[in-house]
Each structure stands twice: as C-alpha cells, then as structure tokens.
Nanobody, 121 residues
Framework: VQLQASGGGLVQAGGSLRLSCAAS????????MGWFRQAPGKEREFVAY????????HYADSVKGRFAISRDIAENTVDLQMNSLKPEDTAVYYC???????????????WGRGTQVTVSS
C-alpha cells in the first residue's frame, strides 16, 4: 500500500485542521491505520490509531478530546480532525499502516510522506 498525507498548513492557536491520508494499492480497510508526528528536535510519537472495524480508536493523552480519527471506505482515506490546536501540536504528521493494532511505530511497515502542521501562538 502507498500512503500520502495532506491537509497540513499554518493555523492560529485554537484553530482546526483536517489531515487526510490517501491510500493506493490496497484498501485502508485492510489495515490498522495510525497517525504519528515529529516535532523539531524530538522523536516521532504516536498520535492516534483506528482499527479495522473503526470502532477501535485510541489517542495519545496529549490530543485526547481534541483530535478525532476516522476512516472513509468510499474515498479510501483515513482522516485526522484536529481541533483546539496548540503551538505544541506543531510537527510533521505522518500516516502509517499496520497489521497490528498498536501505538508502536516499529509495527507499522508502511508510511506516507509527512505533512507539516504549524500552530502559531
């Protein structure tokens, strides 16, 4: 599967962005899908994942209640709605696909190019 993330940009604190991860080659329903992010000078970290049934979702504590992950079978995408953005959300965001439902990025063999999210204060 090939993945491509899009939707990043510059937004003021308190604003919203919606990221989209488009898959090609295989349907997104074949995988558990995750979003990760890497801030400048920091290691890449888990943000959220969604399971095959879409009823299984999990979020990092830092984004819980503000971000929402969803899957669009018809469009073959996995989206990340980000609300109430904070400057500390500034990072490059990556989507990834796995055969395991996990927060460990080592278990995600398929990665898309990242999309930059910048939140100004």
């Amino acid at each position: 599967v090939q993945l491509q993330a899009s939707g990043g940009g510059l937004v003021q604190a308190g604003g919203s962005l919606r990221l989209s991860c488009a898959a090609s080659g295989r349907p997104v329903s074949s995988y558990a899908m995750g979003w990760f992010r890497q801030a400048p000078g920091k290691e890449r970290e888990f943000v959220a994942y969604i399971g095959w049934s879409s009823s299984s979702k999990h979020y990092a504590d830092s984004v819980k209640g503000r971000f929402a992950i969803s899957r669009d079978i018809a469009e073959n995408t996995v989206d990340l709605q980000m609300n109430s953005l904070k400057p500390e959300d500034t990072a490059v965001y990556y989507c990834a696909a796995s055969m395991a439902l996990t927060v460990s990025q080592k278990s995600y063999p398929y990665w898309g190019r990242g999309t930059q999210v910048t939140v100004s204060s």
